[in-house]
C-alpha cells in the first residue's frame, strides 16, 4: 500500500537490493520492473499471507536458501478497523493481532537472530502515534501499536551492543488507504489533524533507520 510503495522507492532509490513481501503479488509487477529500470537494483517479489506462521517461516527459509543476506528489516504490513471492540468480530480482531503484533514480532525474531549472528543489520517498526493513548472504537489498533512501540524500544536496548538498531516509527494521519480499509474516511482525525504524505513519513523513517536511532 502507500507506506510500503514508500519504503520501496525510498531504499531503491539509495541503491538497495529489496525483497517486497505481499499477498497477491500480480499487484507489485509494474512496481518491480520500474523500480528495476530507474535505479538499477534487484527487486524480488514473494507472495505470503504474513498473518500464517508458516508461510513466515517459508519467507525466511526462502532468503537462507538463496543465500540473501536481509540488512534492513521492515515491519510495515498492518491494517486497522473503526468499530466499538464487543461489535467487532472477533476474527477480525484476532487477524488484526496477528498481522500487527504476532507478524511483526517473528519475522524480527527470525530475523533479528540473523543480525545479531553477524553483528549488523536494523529493524524498522511501523507503530503510530497511536501507540502513546488508548483508542475507544479502534482499541485493538491502538493496543496492537502500543505494544509494537514497547517491543521495539525493549529490542533496541538489547541489541545495541551487538552493532543491531530496531526503529520504531510513529506516524500520525497518513495519505494512504488506510483510512479507506479502516472505515476512517470521515473521522475527525483526519479532518482536524491534517493528512501527511507518505513519502515524507518514510523519508523521516528511512533515515532515522540508517542512523540507527
Avoid at 523500480?35 to 498473518?51: M, N, P, Q, R, W
Avoid at 472477533?90 to 487477524?95: F, G, H, P
Avoid at 517473528?106 to 511501523?126: A, C
Amino acid at each position: 500500500g502507500g507506506l510500503g510503495r514508500s519504503f520501496a522507492r525510498e531504499c531503491a532509490s539509495h541503491g538497495q537490493n529489496l525483497i517486497l513481501v505481499t499477498r497477491t503479488g500480480s499487484k507489485l509487477r509494474g512496481l518491480k520492473e520500474k523500480l528495476e529500470k530507474t535505479y538499477g537494483v534487484d527487486v524480488e517479489i514473494y507472495s505470503a499471507d504474513l498473518s500464517v506462521e508458516e508461510e513466515r517461516r517459508k519467507l525466511f527459509d526462502y532468503t537462507i536458501f538463496n543465500h540473501m543476506i536481509v540488512e534492513n528489516l521492515i515491519n510495515n504490513a498492518g491494517f486497522g478497523n473503526a468499530n466499538a471492540y464487543l461489535e467487532t468480530p472477533w476474527e477480525l480482531q484476532k487477524n488484526m493481532v496477528d498481522i500487527n503484533v504476532v507478524a511483526l514480532m517473528h519475522l524480527s525474531h527470525l530475523y533479528g537472530n540473523e543480525m545479531k549472528k553477524r553483528r549488523k543489520g536494523r529493524i524498522l517498526n511501523v507503530a503510530s502515534v497511536a501507540a502513546f493513548s488508548a483508542g475507544p472504537y479502534m482499541s485493538v489498533y491502538y493496543a496492537s501499536k502500543a505494544f509494537v512501540f514497547s517491543l521495539s524500544q525493549a529490542m533496541y536496548e538489547e541489541l545495541k551492543g551487538y552493532g543491531v538498531s530496531v526503529t520504531a516509527l510513529c506516524p500520525g494521519p497518513t495519505g494512504t488507504n488506510f483510512e479507506n480499509t479502516a472505515g476512517l474516511t470521515n473521522s475527525k482525525m483526519f479532518k482536524v489533524f491534517g493528512v501527511e504524505k507518505a513519502d515524507s513519513v518514510v523519508k523521516r523513517g528511512y533515515k532515522g533507520m540508517m542512523r540507527g536511532k
